[in-house]
């Protein structure tokens, strides 16, 4: 499991193990891959702000159970 991302016609998942860190900036969430990239996902994604921290804290934990 991971994060599943899609562009156009272009899907690609995203395991747990590739992600680095998770982060907040400026209401965002920076979600960042051991490959240095990165996916901004803007405070508006989320209903509340309370959705938008469960989800980081969610984030946080996948990658803290996998020694990130």
Do not use: C
């Not at 590739?18 to 901004?40: H, M, P, T, W, Y």
């Not at 996902?41 to 934990?61: G, I, L, N, Q």
């Amino acid at each position: 499991m991971g994060l599943d991302t899609t562009i156009g016609h272009i899907s690609k998942q995203i395991p747990w193990t590739d992600v680095e860190n998770v982060d907040s900036q400026d209401g965002a969430l920076i979600i960042q891959g051991r490959n240095k990239n990165a996916f901004i996902v803007p405070a508006r994604a989320f209903k509340t702000y309370e959705a938008k921290e469960e989800f980081r804290d969610f984030v946080a934990s996948r990658v803290d159970a996998n020694g990130s």
